[in-house]
């Protein structure tokens, strides 16, 4: 069964600059983690059949078992299509043991201009069935929220 997660919000910044710290290294480190994690990114090629690992730490992992070990998440994600400034997808396999968390996720970026700044769409289809649904929709919420003060703060 294919299944779509989604989350958006308006970040009061032009899409240029939202679309940016998607595609720069230290922005990206900064606020794509959610809220009780830390990322580091061990390897970066942004560009088109390029992309990047980012291993995912909980600050506390005794309630959010991770998917690489019982405290990280590893993500190897690859830039499928980068159209600046409107949209930016992603596929994203998990470093896991357990099938459940198998296969390929596709993570679409989606930036509509506003009057106050940017619409931020995020789509993530083919989610593996071991990622629970509203857990995941709360995750890109809070990494939406974390780009929205990362990009307002500098803008």
Not at 11 to 36: C, F, M
Not at 41 to 62: C, H, K, N
Not at 110 to 123: I, N
Request: charged share 20%; hydrophobic share 40%; net charge negative.
């Amino acid at each position: 069964m294919v299944r779509t997660d989604r989350a958006s919000r308006v970040i009061a910044a032009p899409p240029a600059t939202v679309y940016g710290a998607l595609l720069d290294r230290e922005s990206l480190e900064a606020w794509l983690a959610p809220d009780g994690m830390r990322g580091r990114i061990e390897r970066w090629d942004p560009q088109p059949g390029g992309g990047f690992r980012m291993v995912l730490t909980y600050l506390d992992s005794a309630g959010s078992p991770g998917k690489t070990s019982a405290a990280t998440d590893v993500v190897d994600v690859g830039f499928a299509d980068l159209v600046p400034p409107e949209r930016v997808v992603q596929r994203a396999v998990f470093e896991a043991d357990d099938p459940s968390y198998a296969g390929t996720m596709t993570m679409t970026w989606h930036f509509a201009p506003t009057g106050t700044g940017t619409e931020v769409t995020v789509t993530a289809t083919d989610v593996p069935p071991g990622i629970d649904q509203a857990v995941h929709e709360a995750g890109i919420a809070s990494s939406l929220a974390n780009l929205a003060s990362y990009v307002e703060a500098a803008d």
